[in-house]
C-alpha cells in the first residue's frame, strides 16, 4: 500500500507542476503560489514515505513505468488549466491521497507501526486543512463551476 502512495506521489509531483506552469486567469497568481506549495509538500512527503520503507526493510518503487502501473491518481496532458479547474483537479487528487493516507494509517495502527502512523497522522493533518483552503476559496464563486 505504500508503494502505491509512493507512486501517487510521484506522479502527482509532475502533475502539480503542469498545472503550476499552466494556470491562468485572473486568480493566476494565488493558485501559482499555492500549487507550489503543494508540489513543496509533495517533494517532502515522497522522501519521507521512500525513507521509511527502507528503515523497514522494504524496497520502494523507483521507475516512473512502475509508477504508472501501480498509481491510482491520473496523469494530465498539458495545456492551459483555469483557475477553477486546477482548484477541482487538486482537490479531488488531494481526497484520494488523503483516503490512501488514513487506509495505510489505519493498517499501521492495527499492526502497533507507530513510525508509519505518526508519518500518516500529519499526512492526515496535513490534508484536511489543504482541504478546508479549498473548500473556502472555492466558495468564493468566480471562478469555479461547483459551490
Not at 107 to 126: C, H, I, P, S, T
Not at 133 to 138: E, H, S
Request: charged share 25%; net charge negative; glycine share 4%.
Amino acid at each position: 500500500m505504500q508503494n502505491v502512495y509512493l507512486a501517487n506521489l510521484g506522479l502527482w509531483l509532475v502533475k502539480l507542476h503542469n498545472l503550476h506552469w499552466n494556470v491562468t486567469g485572473k486568480q493566476f497568481v494565488p493558485v501559482h503560489q499555492f500549487t507550489e506549495a503543494l508540489y513543496n509538500e509533495v517533494f517532502e512527503q515522497y522522501d519521507a514515505v521512500a525513507e521509511v520503507m527502507k528503515m523497514q526493510d522494504k524496497m520502494p518503487l523507483v521507475r516512473m513505468s512502475q509508477y504508472l502501473e501501480v498509481a491510482t491518481l491520473e496523469e494530465l496532458d498539458g495545456r492551459d488549466f483555469t483557475v477553477g479547474e486546477v482548484l477541482e483537479i487538486v482537490e479531488a487528487d488531494m481526497k484520494t491521497m488523503q483516503a490512501l493516507a488514513k487506509q495505510i494509517r489505519d493498517e499501521a495502527v492495527k499492526n502497533d507501526d507507530f513510525q508509519v502512523q505518526g508519518l500518516y497522522e500529519g499526512y492526515l493533518a496535513y490534508y484536511a486543512k489543504q482541504l478546508w483552503f479549498l473548500r473556502a476559496i472555492r466558495k468564493e464563486g468566480c471562478c469555479c463551476k461547483k459551490h
